[in-house]
């Protein structure tokens, strides 16, 4: 089984309808992350957070809010779904290494993708 | 400003050839350096990373990238493709937290036979 799960892995919908997707993940890690991938645009940070009470916004927020339910638990919301916002989206999550320790990282974990199309 | 420019969108290489691929970044302070492979349906894995020490940093599946602060680079490098590497890579640039983190727009490999 996958460590980041997301769901759905494909929706289809209508201009106006509110999506959710969903992230889950069995890293046991507190940061968790919400990007969006585009053709030729890379990937773009929309929310992270570092805790169950630290939500902050990223690089193109605007449309979208997210869901921290639980350390596990890390939802994305489109409350009003636009065609412009079709894309591939990506949850992952990280863990703060302490620098000469044994979890120096800053690497973050992906999911599968959720690829999401607005008509 | 901060930025990751790989100038390549698309690189075709036969199995077998060398392959390189280029990233150059912007970064204000000491950059922290990644490079991520994207298999076709799947999420970004880590190929490899740099924070400090050796320039040149070895990762999985054989790839090696290069650190040049002068030139502001951190080109990915593979001797011998093999057909399974075909994907999309992304080089990323960040500070330690990776809140931060900042994506090149990718480089689709192709490996022909």
């Known amino acids: 089984d996958a460590d980041v799960t997301q769901t759905p892995r494909n929706r289809i919908t209508k201009t106006g309808k509110r999506i959710m997707l969903e992230c889950s993940q069995t890293?046991?890690?507190?940061?968790m992350y919400w990007y969006r991938q585009d053709p030729g645009l890379g990937l773009r940070l929309i929310y992270y957070?570092?805790?169950?009470?630290?939500?902050n916004k990223g690089e193109i927020s605007d449309g979208y809010s997210v869901s921290r339910q639980a350390q596990a638990k890390f939802s994305l919301s489109l409350e009003s779904a636009i065609p412009n916002q079709t894309a591939l989206y990506f949850c992952?999550?990280?863990?703060?290494?302490?620098?000469?320790?044994?979890?120096?990282?800053?690497?973050?974990?992906f999911g599968e993708g959720s690829r999401l199309t607005v008509l | 400003a901060q930025s990751v420019t790989q100038p390549d969108i698309h690189i075709t290489v036969s199995e077998g050839a060398s392959l390189e691929l280029r990233c150059n970044y912007s970064?204000?302070?000491?950059?922290?350096l990644f490079w991520y492979v994207q298999s076709p349906g799947q999420g970004l894995q880590l190929l490899l990373k740099?924070?400090?020490?050796?320039?040149l940093v070895q990762g999985i599946k054989g790839f090696e990238a290069e650190f040049k602060r002068s030139q502001s680079s951190f080109n990915l490098r593979k001797p011998s493709v093999h057909w399974s590497d075909a994907a999309e890579y992304f080089c990323?640039?960040?500070?330690?937290?990776?809140?931060?983190?900042?994506f090149g727009t990718g480089t689709r490999l192709q490996v022909f036979p």
């Open positions: 957070s570092f805790d169950v009470k630290d939500i």
């Open positions: 990323a640039v960040g500070p330690y937290n990776t809140d931060k983190l900042i």
């Open positions: 740099y924070f400090s020490g050796d320039t």
């Open positions: 970064y204000g302070a000491t950059p922290y």
């Open positions: 992952a999550t990280s863990v703060l290494g302490l620098a000469g320790g044994p979890e120096v990282t800053g690497e973050l974990f």
């Open positions: 890293k046991g890690h507190d940061r």
